[in-house]
């Protein structure tokens, strides 16, 4: 195995994605600070402008890989 950073790509496709967007494409999937991967699913206007709204990616949208599960994210996202 590599590092840990690539760990969660399950396929070419999904690593793709997240890694080489050519510039300025916004990522439409990155991997948060906390180390879930996240994947912005629209766009909201508010008092302090454009802003993402985003949501754990469960499962691969490309091959279906389960890559993150509701326990694991409940463990790592502080509400
Ligand atoms: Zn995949």
């Known amino acids: 195995m590599s590092d840990a950073q690539d760990e969660i790509f ?3 496709s999904l690593k793709g994605a997240v890694a080489e967007l050519p510039e ?3 990522p439409t999937i990155y991997r948060a600070d906390n180390g ?3 994947m912005v699913v629209g766009l ?3 008092e302090e ?3 993402y709204l985003d ?3 469960m499962h691969c949208p ?3 890989t389960k890559l ?3 326990k694991a994210l409940a463990e790592k996202v502080s509400h």
Do not use: E, I
């Open 10 to 12: 399950c396929c070419d």
């Open 24 to 26: 300025p494409a916004v």
């Open 36 to 38: 879930l991967l996240m």
């Open 44 to 46: 909201v206007q508010t």
């Open 49 to 51: 402008g454009l802003g």
């Open 55 to 57: 949501q754990a990616v």
């Open 62 to 64: 490309f091959c279906g």
């Open 68 to 70: 993150q599960d509701a």
